[in-house]
């Protein structure tokens, strides 16, 4: 009868098997994995496969092969293993799993750090920047390394974004004579050439510094670098935010990004999101950039250009915030209906009658269902010696859903 049995090892060599796991491997007349896992059973007596190199060749093998196939894995093959590739190209039917401890089950172990509020991220053939996202939206993470995003690739990437606030286990060769464990801050591990062989646990330790940006909605106008106060404020943000309806993965075009206020507050709202900052002006594109920085984003792209050229390459949008149109407005509109979806929504906040009307006008042709909301604000003047009412411009908030 055929079988294939997909088999974790553990950490401590063959004594690490279970007693279920030893006797699928006995009764196997073909055995498959990495070199380093065939040496464990050098007493096997039926066929070996060494599959380093050779997972295409695996595949076929346990396609023609009739009898009882196991295949030797690290830790859980269906924790960023093999079992994965198998069950995209073999019946799952065929498939049995018994899974070991893992290499990060164990690192966590031996640092005694409970590992149930961690994110687990593999490099493995990846590339570094959706990880290092993932590492700086989370206070927990193991990652599992390779030869080219290496423990000191990753420091460096943390360090370029401004994310030092890291405590760093460097877990190398576990289970081995060799094994070692370095704890170690970002800065440091920038400089440390790791065994191939580890599992790099960072573990956040907040300063002050990095204490004060704890993502919320509605963040201080002051907290933000911008050109003479080009600033969505802080109570017309929130407002323009809920008016997007955002989830957590859509794709939303910032088109008039000025300081990059609505960009840096939706990426704490679209974590699996991508997000992109239009600006035009140079000087606002630096402090961008800075703004950038200084929060931390994950998924926010800063797009050099004139809009509407510059949206040509970008992905479709779900939702379209314009805070600004340099005068194009009816070209920008004229390309945002060509790209939205059904049902995609267009926030524009306008302060003055001419853009309200003209972008009012527009909708009505293109059918879309339009809202519009007035805003008007007055707040308190600090420092002064009476509580005095300061009162801004009147800003009108236009949401438009596409039928």
Known sequence: MKTIHVIG??????????????????EADLLCGGE???????????????????????????????????????????????????????????????????????AFAKIREPWDDAVFISVHGRGLQKAIDRIIANDKAAILTDEINTPAAIAGALLERGCSGYRAYLCEDLGTADERIRITNISDLAGIDAAPLNVLLLIREFDEEEQAYVPTLGIPDDEFLTVKKLITKEEIRVVTLAKLKLRH???LWDIG??????SIEADHLLPNGRIFAVERNEECRRFIKQNLQKFKTRNVQLVEGDAPQCLEELPDPDRVFIGGSGGHLWEILALVDQRLA?????????????????????????????EVVTINIAKTRPLTN?????????????TAVKE
């Open 257 to 262: 990004a000025g300081s990059g206020s609505i």
């Open 36 to 106: 380093r896992l065939l040496e464990l059973f050098p007493d096997f007596v039926g066929e070996t496969m060494s599959i380093d190199k050779n997972l295409g060749t695996l595949v076929e093998t346990l396609q023609r092969h009739q009898g009882r196939a196991v295949v030797l894995a690290s830790g859980d093959p269906l924790f960023f293993g093999i079992g994965r590739y198998l069950l995209r190209n073999l019946p799952d039917t065929l498939l049995e799993f018994l899974p070991n401890v893992t290499s990060v089950q164990y």
């Open 342 to 370: 059904a049902g995609g929504r267009i926030v524009l906040n306008a302060i003055t009658l001419d853009t309200l009307t003209a972008a009012n006008e527009y909708f009505g042709n293109a059918g879309y269902e339009v």
């Open 9 to 26: 090892a553990g950490i401590d060599g063959q004594e690490a098997f279970g007693i279920q796991a030893l006797e699928k491997i006995r």
């Open 386 to 398: 009476y509580k005095m009412f300061e009162a801004y411009n009147p800003v009108y908030i236009l």
């Open 249 to 251: 993965d859509m794709c």
